[in-house]
């Protein structure tokens, strides 16, 4: 064979060698080709949406990654974990679930994070697994909302009265105390489990929270659901998910449950954040459509069920102290009412800082009595007339007499205020708080 001819085969031979490596064929397990802001890109596997995979990477350790999209026969996908030290050519192996939770009665008095992982130190064995994403209950087995769900709050129970099974927002700029007032609702509520989610927290914030704002007391009926700002985008997300589904297992066992997010906004934001980077058009203020067709979804879980409740409390930070911002302004339409808390108030030490006059329960003319429904009327009737005329009375032009309305309103208003002002280690129950309000509501 002439050397010519040797080399030709070579050549083709070498061409071919290379066109094989270079080859797209089948795999069981992909590998990553592309890594672009938040999102991860690879050939293969064959996997479906919102699979978990497993991304191996050169050390050998593993990091769980979310299907997001699919495009044209790659795999696009978020990461739940950290993934430093990620590459080009990385394994990525399907494991063909998505995500759940491990639940159990053990859970009550334990932290965990957003997969429901502890984090306490302490181990967890879970006695069943629940879906991430479910069904709200049918319409038509939901119970109705006829029991009070006293708060040891006298603001909320005097004027806002809450039902087992109803869904409330609180609103409020930063600093004003959401934070606090939840922890209060946690330590002094009737509810059998608290079910607490610390969304898009500082990390000092959430020990802060627990010792301090929920106590011992409060943390022996809660499970709290933990994940700080530097977490990634999606894992942050998948907090809300993770407690509303502890929330429905503790629902089906026939028990009240009250569910509190700490903050809904901060959840809308992780979820824009994944929105923008899978490449979905900005909206209002830069949220994307994935952010409000997604809220309707988790919320409606909340509620009761043909077996046993949530009742579900979101706070909302307000950005700006504007309350008609796209995200408030959409949570304000779906769930039950709403808590205003007013800035005013707390920098004028009036804590907690709930504008009565602002706020409301939707569900409050079916769960409280009729003599409570009007002391809490003519006590607002009363605190409006006060502060429609509050300039007046502030630089000394009304003079007494001139209307008996107002007259009486000067009269109440500091037994009202003292009514509203309660001490964050104070706990007032309903009777009591009922009967309070009607001994003031007698005076008028």
């Not at 334990?110 to 302490?122: C, H, M, T």
């Not at 409740?309 to 779906?334: H, K």
């Not at 920098?347 to 009007?374: F, G, T």
Request: charged share 30%.
């Amino acid at each position: 064979m002439s050397e010519t001819l040797e080399k030709l085969i070579d050549d083709k031979f070498d061409r071919l060698i290379r066109k094989f490596k270079n080859a797209e064929f089948p795999r069981l397990n992909g590998k990553v080709t592309r890594i672009l802001g938040l999102t991860i890109e690879s050939i293969g596997p064959e996997v479906f949406m919102s699979e978990v995979c497993k991304l191996r990477l050169a050390d050998k350790t593993h990091r769980l990654a979310e299907v997001v999209g699919l495009n044209d026969g790659r795999v696009i996908l978020m990461p739940l974990e950290d993934v430093s030290g990620l590459s080009q050519n990385c394994e990525v192996i399907r494991t063909k679930r998505k995500l759940d939770v491990g639940v159990s009665p053990e859970m009550v008095g334990r932290v965990f994070d957003a997969l429901g992982r502890p984090i306490d130190s302490e181990t967890f064995f879970p006695e069943k697994r629940y879906p991430l994403i479910n069904d709200s209950p049918n319409p038509l087995i939901r119970q109705r909302i006829k029991e009070p769900l006293p708060t040891g709050i006298r603001a909320i129970d005097g004027f806002l009265t809450l039902g087992k099974g109803q869904r409330i927002g609180i609103f409020a700029g930063s600093g004003v105390g959401k934070s606090t007032l939840l922890g209060m609702i946690a330590k002094n509520t009737y509810a059998d489990v608290n079910v607490i989610a610390l969304i898009g927290e500082r990390g000092r914030e959430v020990r802060e929270f627990i010792e301090r704002d929920l106590g011992k007391d409060g943390l022996k009926r809660s499970v709290v659901i933990v994940s700080t700002s530097d977490q990634p985008a999606l894992l942050r997300t998948k907090s809300l998910y993770t407690a509303t589904t502890i929330s429905e297992y503790f629902r089906d066992q026939g028990l009240n449950v009250l569910l509190m997010v700490d903050s809904l906004t901060r959840w809308a934001m992780a979820q824009r954040e994944v929105g923008l980077s899978i490449g979905e058009p900005p909206t209002t203020r830069g949220y994307t459509p994935s952010v409000f067709a997604n809220l309707p979804k988790i919320l409606e879980r909340a509620g009761n069920s043909d077996r046993g409740s949530i009742t579900g409390i979101y706070t909302v930070l307000v950005e700006a102290d504007d309350f008609n911002e796209p995200i408030s302004d959409t949570v304000r339409g779906i769930v039950d009412g709403h808590i205003i808390l007013s800035r005013k108030l707390a920098e004028a030490n009036h804590y907690p800082a709930i504008d009565v006059l602002a706020s409301i329960s939707r569900l409050m003319s079916e769960v409280a009595e009729k003599e409570h429904l009007e002391a809490a009327r003519r006590l607002r009737d009363i605190m409006a007339t006060y502060y429609d005329a509050k300039d007046l009375i502030d630089v000394g032009a009304y003079s007494k007499g001139t209307d008996p309305k107002i007259d009486k309103a000067i009269e109440l208003i500091d037994e009202i205020n003292s009514f509203l002002r309660q001490e964050v280690d104070e706990k007032s129950g309903f009777k009591d708080t009922v009967n309070r309000l009607l001994d003031i509501a007698s005076k008028i």
